[in-house]
Structure formats: C-alpha cells, structure tokens
C-alpha cells in the first residue's frame, strides 16, 4: 500500500518539479520573444545591440516608446527590459562583426 502511495505522489509531483523549472527559464526567453515579436515591426537589432543600457535603461526606453504608441502591458516591459539589460546591458561585450 505505501508503495502505491508512493508512485501516486510521484506521478502527481512530478509536473510540478517540470513546471518550476520551466517557470525559471521562462523569464529570459518570454523576453526575448517579446522583443522579437513586439519590437522587431518597426525597429532592426541594430538599434539595440548599440543601446548598452541595464535594465532600468531599457524599460524607461520602453515606456518611450509606449508614450510613441507601444502597446504593452507592465510585466511585458519588464520582461523586456529585463532580458535586454541581461543580453544587451553595459557589461556584455558586443557581439564580432560579421565578415
């Protein structure tokens, strides 16, 4: 019986152990999707790998363009933001130019 009891917490625990750890990953790339989904209609990946900004950088840039007619709502510009200031932040090295 206990066995049973056992495989039963198991099987109900376990997509909650998965979940958590997708939940962890999320953020990231819900940013990033975000910013290709939501940012990349009116402006090219030039524009951000040269802003250099950390996070609050970022999400006050966002709000500008909020402000320019940007339609998010706040936890997707902070997801933004928060993705931009960790792949694109002043700390990160630039990426090489292509040759």
């Known amino acids: 019986m206990r066995v049973w009891r056992v495989a039963l917490l198991a099987l109900a625990c376990g997509p909650l152990?998965?979940?958590?750890g997708a939940?962890?990953?999320e953020p990231?790339?819900?940013g990033k999707a975000l910013v290709a989904s939501k940012c990349f209609q009116c402006h090219t990946d030039s524009m951000f790998r040269d802003g250099r900004q950390d996070r609050r950088g970022w999400e006050?840039?966002?709000?500008?363009?909020?402000g320019r007619g940007g339609l998010w709502t706040p936890d997707e510009i902070k997801s933004m933001a928060?993705?931009?200031?960790?792949?694109?932040?002043?700390d990160v090295k630039p990426a090489a130019a292509g040759k």
Do not use: E
């Open 28 to 30: 990231a790339d819900a």
């Open 60 to 66: 006050a840039t966002i709000y500008r363009m909020v």
């Open 17 to 20: 152990s998965w979940v958590a």
């Open 23 to 25: 939940a962890a990953q």
């Open 82 to 90: 928060a993705y931009l200031g960790d792949a694109l932040g002043p």
